[in-house]
């Protein structure tokens, strides 16, 4: 049973244009929702988090969107740069089990082209 | 730079075999949580310890297991290894038992053959 859906698994975006990603979860106990970027031969590395209080986190170009009721989530780049060109994973977490184990999307690779 | 070390980098060995990944967590860090990366599954959760102590399972075979020594370092013991065992190994730490931001290392790629 896949918990967390990711889509697109790969997106192709200009360069200065909006890279939407986006997930949808089926645990209702989950409260944390973070975000990895991983690069090529690296380990993810945690963009941005949110929990589903807010309706949305903005981390400069870096924009999370959440919908409780829907059980969506998705994240948004603004302004996509070469640099931005990676996998991205949502994950999700019930911190209320004690522990933070995250439940991973199956990625999706950007590809931003100049 | 994560500050997590993960050793070997990479590991070819054959079906069968036993293997031995170490992983060093950032200095300060408590839990450690290793994970399982393939094209197939994904990424998944394996294991995660607190302070030497199992806190956390998820879905890790009867054949892998885990520890984490007094000095806080982890490694991950994988036994009687099949070729669909080939996959990226991460491990990460955070700070706390139950704390929101886990730091990932470099990996070791295993390659059963």
């Known amino acids: 049973q896949q918990q967390v859906k990711q889509s697109p698994q790969s997106l192709i975006v200009q360069k200065g244009g909006i890279s939407i990603i986006n997930c949808a979860y089926e645990?209702?106990?989950?409260?944390?929702f973070p975000w990895y970027q991983q690069f090529p031969g690296k380990g993810p590395a945690l963009l941005i988090a949110?929990?589903?209080?807010?309706s949305e986190k903005k981390e400069g170009r870096f924009t999370i969107s959440f919908n409780k009721s829907a059980k969506q989530f998705s994240l948004h780049i603004m302004d996509s740069q070469p640099g931005d060109s990676a996998t991205y994973f949502c994950a999700a977490t019930n911190s209320g089990a004690g522990s933070y184990q995250l439940t991973f999307g199956k990625g999706t690779k950007l590809s931003v082209i100049p | 730079d994560s500050g997590v070390t993960q050793t070997p980098k990479h590991l070819i060995t054959a079906t069968g075999q036993r293997v031995t990944l170490r992983c060093s967590p950032r200095s300060g860090d408590l839990s450690v949580y290793w994970y399982q990366q393939s094209l197939d599954q994904g990424l998944q959760f394996l294991i995660q310890?607190?302070?030497?102590?199992?806190?956390a399972k998820g879905n890790i075979l009867e054949r892998f297991s885990a520890q984490q020594f007094p000095d806080l370092h982890s490694e991950l013991n994988l036994s009687s290894l099949e070729l669909g065992d080939s996959a990226l190994y991460f491990c990460?730490?955070?700070?706390?038992?139950?704390?929101?931001?886990?730091?990932f290392g470099p990996g070791t790629r295993l390659l059963v053959l």
């Open positions: 949110i929990r589903p209080d807010v």
């Open positions: 310890y607190y302070n030497g102590e199992e806190r």
């Open positions: 990460a730490s955070s700070v706390g038992r139950a704390q929101e931001t886990q730091y």
């Open positions: 645990n209702t106990a989950f409260d944390y």
